[in-house]
């Protein structure tokens, strides 16, 4: 049983610019659940996608969007990028939303 | 309402010894209280985690403390090793009680266990 993985693993991008992360969910899961932590900081609640739909959402604004797809691997996509948007960001997944969650490594995104 | 709050943001003790961790909440009705541990450079893994219905949980050297009344529970590692030199986070969530099982977390204790 393969666990979370994240793709990439590092990142660096120029201000403006739009980035995609990508997240396998473990098998079993249908469930994901994005954060994003910055340096020294605790996860924030990003938003959390079941069986393809958005299923709460932090508070975040809406150039961070989601996408779930039918094998229950997910995209985070980040529009218009800022300096305070360098943080590792984080995928976890569980079987179901109010169940046990378990994190991937984590994309580490550098904005210049 | 909707924070947790952590301490200490760091700790240092020797080996052998006993690591405590804190956190309290203010929301009610937050039922789901999970540990997680973090390396550097590496995802938070899943620990241990209670519910509000038992006041304690012990899984190997990990115990959960549990105190609904006064809204706190604690992490205590028993007899730490160097290995176990991390940085902890607590977190809580509302599980059925809410629209979405999203985890607030705290703000992390650094763990350094000296040989």
Redesign the interface.
């Known amino acids: 049983e393969t666990g ?1 993985t ?1 793709s990439p693993t590092h990142l660096i991008k120029t201000r403006g610019q739009q980035v995609t992360l990508r997240c396998s969910s473990q098998s079993g899961h249908n469930t994901v ?1 994005w ?1 994003q932590q910055a340096l ?6 990003i938003f ?1 996608y079941y069986r393809e739909e958005e ?2 959402r ?1 508070n975040f604004p809406p150039r961070f969007s989601g996408l779930q797809f039918p094998n229950y691997s997910s995209e985070l996509n980040v529009n218009a990028l800022e300096l305070d948007d360098s943080a590792l960001y ?1 995928c ?1 997944s ?1 079987p179901g ?10 994309t580490r995104l550098t904005v210049t | 309402q909707q924070q947790v709050k ?1 301490s200490p943001q760091s700790l240092i003790v020797q080996k052998g010894g006993i690591s405590i961790i804190n956190c309290a909440y203010e929301n009610t009705a937050f039922d ?1 209280f ?1 540990w ?1 541990q973090q390396f550097p ?6 620990l241990i ?1 209670i519910r509000p219905d038992v006041s304690e949980k012990k899984e190997g050297r990990f115990t959960i403390s549990f105190n609904k009344s006064a809204k706190q529970f604690s992490l205590h590692i028993m007899d730490s090793q160097p290995g176990d030199s991390a940085t902890y ?1 607590c ?1 809580a969530s509302e ?2 009680g809410g ?10 204790t650094l763990l350094a266990v000296q040989p």
């Open positions: 979370v994240q659940s954060y020294g900081q605790g996860p924030q609640f959390q299923n709460g932090g984080l976890a569980s939303p109010f169940y046990e969650q378990y994190f991937g490594p984590g | 952590q789901y999970p997680y450079g590496k995802g938070p893994a899943l985690a986070f977190a599980g059925y629209a979405t099982n999203k985890l607030i977390f705290g703000t992390g």
